[in-house]
Every structure is written in structure tokens, then in C-alpha cells.
């Protein structure tokens, strides 16, 4: 009998609490149900978007192979318009500002970097968009915007390429010492073995001794 009343008292504690505290648990269990099938299902998700970027990156790779242009600005519109999330839109926009560069469109070569700029997932796609659009803005005189987007931060293994458009950029605007302090910077942090070594070295020895 004893016992009998001990699982009663236990039993009516349970109902009390129960009484009190179900509706919060049940709460609980549930909330962490969604976030446990939300986070397969972003999982999931990312994958999928993942797998169809990556279907039309390949078709966009083989449009570039055959030379064919609109295919390759089309289909990059598609990665970057559907799956911006994903490093597919980063690649693809640089491949069509590519693209646009080799037809002549500068404009819209102009607005995929800028894209690539502000949107890139990766730091070193960030670094190749900026050093691309500081070419063509100096290739249309815009000396000073080229000048802004050089002085941005950016990754170590891109500092003589850097210094090397920026010297471009300072002979251009009749800055001559300026030039080849850049230039100088361009050639110590370039590669021995880079091709573009010998052309700094030729772009110094054209300014001369500095005087």
C-alpha cells in the first residue's frame, strides 16, 4: 500500500509539472524538429543549386572553347541571375566580362567586374575584377578611377601586377617619379620567372634615371 501511494504522489507530481511545463516542452521538441529539417533542408538546398550551376558552368565552358560569345554571356547571365549564391556566378561573370572584352563591349565587361567586386565569394576573384577593370578604365583615360580601385586591398601574390597598372596609370597622368617607384615595386614583387618582369624592366628603363 505504501508503495501504492509513493507512485501516487509521483505520478500526481508528474500531472502538476506536466500541467505546468508540458505545453513549453512540447514547444521545444517541435522548434527543434524545424531547425533540425531546415538546416538539411538549406542543406539540401545549396546542393541542388550547387549542381545545376555547376550543369551550366560546363556548357558555359564549352561555348568558350568554341568561341561562341553570346552562348557564353547568355549562360553566365543565367548562373549569376539564378545561382549568385554559389562560386559558379563569380567564375561565370568573369567569363563573360571576358567575353564582352574581346567583342568590344567594354560597358558590359565594365558591369561584370563591378559585379565580381562587390559580389565575389572569393578574395583573390575580387583581386583579378579589380585589376582587370583598372585596365579598361585606364584604357579609356579614366586614370583616377583606375587609381581608387588599385589602392584597394588585395592579396600579396597580386602586388606586382598591381603596382604594375598602377605605374601605368601615374605615366599616364605625367607622373613620371611617381611611375617608376610603382614600377620598382611591381619588379621586386613580381616572379623571377614571370613573363611580366621584362616588361617592367623595359617600362623603367624607358623613364630613365630618375632625376
Same mark, same amino acid.
Given at each position: 500500500?505504501? @508503495? ?6 509521483? #505520478?500526481? /507530481? ?11 516542452? *512540447? ?36 561555348? !568558350? ?13 543565367? *548562373? ?7 562560386? @559558379? /556566378? ?27 567586386? =562587390?559580389?565575389?565569394?572569393?578574395? !583573390? ?5 579589380? #585589376? ?6 585606364? =584604357? ?21 601586377? @598591381? ?40 617600362? #623603367? ?7
Amino acid at each position: 500500500m505504501a @508503495y501504492d501511494l509513493e507512485e501516487q504522489e509521483q #505520478l500526481a /507530481a508528474i500531472k502538476s509539472w506536466w500541467s505546468q511545463y508540458g505545453k513549453l516542452v *512540447i514547444v521545444t521538441v517541435v522548434a527543434s524538429l524545424l531547425v533540425v529539417g531546415g538546416i538539411r533542408g538549406w542543406h539540401y538546398y545549396r546542393n541542388t543549386q550547387a549542381a545545376s550551376a555547376l550543369t551550366l558552368f560546363d556548357q558555359m565552358q564549352r561555348a !568558350e572553347r568554341a568561341n561562341d560569345h553570346k552562348k557564353v554571356r547568355d549562360i553566365a547571365v543565367q *548562373i549569376v541571375d539564378k545561382y549568385a549564391s554559389t562560386q @559558379y /556566378a563569380t567564375m561565370a561573370a568573369l567569363a563573360a566580362a571576358k567575353s564582352n572584352f574581346d567583342t568590344g563591349d567594354l560597358p558590359a565587361a565594365k558591369t561584370q567586374l563591378q559585379w565580381v567586386v =562587390d559580389n565575389g565569394k572569393e578574395e !583573390e576573384a575580387r583581386d583579378v575584377a579589380r #585589376l582587370r577593370l583598372a585596365r579598361i578604365l585606364l =584604357d579609356e583615360k579614366k586614370t583616377a578611377d583606375a587609381l581608387k580601385l588599385l589602392e584597394a586591398k588585395h592579396g600579396e601574390s597580386f602586388a606586382g601586377l @598591381y603596382a604594375d597598372v598602377k605605374g601605368d596609370a601615374l605615366f599616364a597622368d605625367g607622373k613620371r617619379a611617381e611611375a617608376r617607384a610603382a614600377y620598382q615595386v611591381a619588379l621586386e614583387k613580381s616572379d623571377s620567372a614571370s613573363p611580366t618582369r621584362q616588361i617592367v624592366q623595359l617600362k #623603367l628603363d624607358a623613364l630613365g634615371e630618375n632625376k
